[in-house]
């Protein structure tokens, strides 16, 4: 824990005994930097992570002030244990849900897509326009797999300081996470093979279960700790599991991340089993709190992970980029079936993503963004608290910018959506989170919307429906 870290826990700790009450002003930091004895960086910093936890509130040239508390809410239960593997079903509704994103009289809080307000939108522009125009000829034609070099490189670098050491000819560049992953288990499955996953789990990999012919067997997630080990060593004792899918940090729909602890446990717990582990980390980058956690594969001395990610849920989510880092062994396969798929990826996107980030923007908009998200996920959290039935039960998430809802058992979300959707409001029902259709009385909401009278308006009319 760093030093700001812990100036931070001390003034929530002084804040929880009322030493500074509700609604007052914390002393600046050149005060609270000379009280405990730090330096005014430290101390800034130390109100930067107390805003983004939702503690303290920046009203400009006045100062911190302390926010009121949230409701103590409970959080969503864990789903049962999977009596066995089962193909995919009722994932028909996805496509209308994210066509909503783009339908200017529906609010939409369903589809994991933040705002372009979340988005370093001017700095990209400015990158395109510069690689447009000093590498147009390039920009016209095809960068086959395994991509641009430039974004190979960059990527490397990346997994370097998240302790994945990774040479460039290991990264191949993709169209999204979500092609990576498929990509991946077409490397290491078959038609009619099982995949564990965690439950409840991304509409998305369900889609691409099914298109390859799998079978999904949930495993219990539990939404403070992550997937169940004593629930995966049971599955993997019974049935063939021939891969196993985890988004390992802030996973989506529930936003928990495993502890390195559980980390290190599950990959541990797949290698005896030899079982081949496709680690999602598109939401790494956006913990709410604190430091970017490590990925599973910073622990991968085998090549038993294949680890996906992409810009989509930090940069754009039009530049389609996508990357994985593949085992040695899968390396030349991984890259003929992503020609296969789609021939290569926008060569400007590869080369504009590269320039960013080797630039630096990266890192400086990190720092921005994830004090926003956090604000935005206490902000819906707090709404949800006050205008939603007193049963409900609301996730904590560590990361990313959703929210989980459990409502009153009687409340059906796959009724809901379409009395919702008639009165212009879009959110994520919960059965298109599993493969069997469970969580009927769960949604997923997205935080990461600009806040107006509309999104207000929304969770009223939502609230009213329940």
Known sequence: MTLYQRLADTLQELIREQAYPVGSRLPGVRMLAAQHQVSVSTAVNACRELEQRGVLEARSRSGYYVCPPLAELEPPRVARASRRPRRIT?????????????????????????????????????????????????????????????????????????????????????????????????????????????SPTYYGLLQVIESLGLKALEIPTDPETGISLDALTLALERWKVSACVVVSNFSNPLGV??????????????????????????????????????????????????????????????????????PDAYTEKARYLQFINTVSVSTPSQLALARYLERGHYDRYLRQVCGEHARSVARMTERVTQLFPAETRVSRPAGGFVLWLELPGDIDTSELIEQAQEQGVSFAPGALFSATGKFTNCLRLNCAVKWDNRVEQALITLSRLC
């Open 90 to 198: 009722g994932q028909e509704r996805v496509l209308q849900i994210l066509q909503n994103v783009n339908n200017p009289a529906i609010v939409n809080l369903g589809a994991a897509v933040p705002a372009p307000e979340y988005m370093p939108v001017a700095t990209m522009e400015k990158v395109f326009h510069g690689v447009l125009r000093e590498q147009r000829r390039r920009c016209v034609g095809y960068e086959f797999p395994p991509g641009a070099p430039e974004l190979c490189t960059q990527i490397a670098r990346r997994m370097a300081a998240l302790q994945c050491p990774t040479r460039p000819e290991q990264v191949l560049v993709t169209n999204s996470c979500q092609e990576s992953v498929a990509i991946a288990l077409k490397l290491v499955t078959q038609p009619g093979d099982t995949v564990a996953i965690e």
């Open 257 to 326: 991340c495993l502890s390195d602890e559980r980390k290190q446990a599950l990959l541990a717990l797949l290698a005896r089993h030899r079982v081949p582990l496709v680690e999602d980390d598109i939401y790494g980058d956006l913990p709410l709190t604190g430091r970017r956690p490590r990925p599973i594969k910073s622990w991968d001395s085998t090549g038993q992970v294949f680890y996906c990610s992409s810009s989509s849920k930090t940069l754009s989510a039009g530049l389609r980029v996508g990357w994985m880092v593949t």
